[in-house]
Structure formats: C-alpha cells, structure tokens
C-alpha cells in the first residue's frame, strides 16, 4: 500500500524525482522546470553599468510605494535564476 502512494506521488517527476518549481502556485503561468533541464551559467555576467539597473530601480520604486525598500539591492527575477546564480530585471547574472 505504501509502496502504490509512492508511485502515484513521484508521477509527474523528472528522472531525478525534483521540480526545480511547481505549477500554479510558484511561477506565473504555472510552467514547470525540471532541474535535469537547467544549465547554470559558467560565469557571473553584468549587463548594465552599474547594480541595480533602471529596470530594478523602477521596480524598487513601484515596490517602495507598498513596504520600505531601504535594505532591497535590486528585484530579483526567479524565473530565470539558477543553482548558485541569481538574475536581477535587468539580466545581470550574479552569483549568489
């Protein structure tokens, strides 16, 4: 019986049995990712010319409008981020 509620729950599942996010609920338009489908950058890569860009500096201050944003550095874009890597709106890879 047990062994049968472990199948049913690992239907759905990449090889390795992990969602790198989950439907609905995490990522807009309830896409999936499978961690064995994610490639990490090989190096951090800045695109603008200084941290945060206009595009996280628009969004901090659309964000200021409903909390304090004095310790935000810049808005992070999840979506894109990966492993040890962190994208902020602007595209910078940063490592995290």
Known sequence: MLRNALSKASLG????????????RHT?????????????PKQPEVVTDEIPGPQSKAALSR???????????????YQK??????????????LD
Do not use: C, K
């Not at 599942?13 to 609905?24: M, Y």
């Not at 981020?81 to 940063?94: E, M, P, T």
């Open 28 to 40: 807009p338009g309830g896409t999936r990712r499978l961690v064995s489908q994610l490639v990490e």
């Open 13 to 24: 599942r990449s090889v390795s049995g992990r969602l790198a996010s989950t439907t609905g």
């Open 63 to 77: 964000l200021g409008m409903l909390q304090d944003t004095r310790a935000v550095v810049f808005a992070g874009d």
């Open 81 to 94: 981020s990966v492993g040890n890597y962190i994208v902020d709106a602007d595209g910078n890879y940063l």
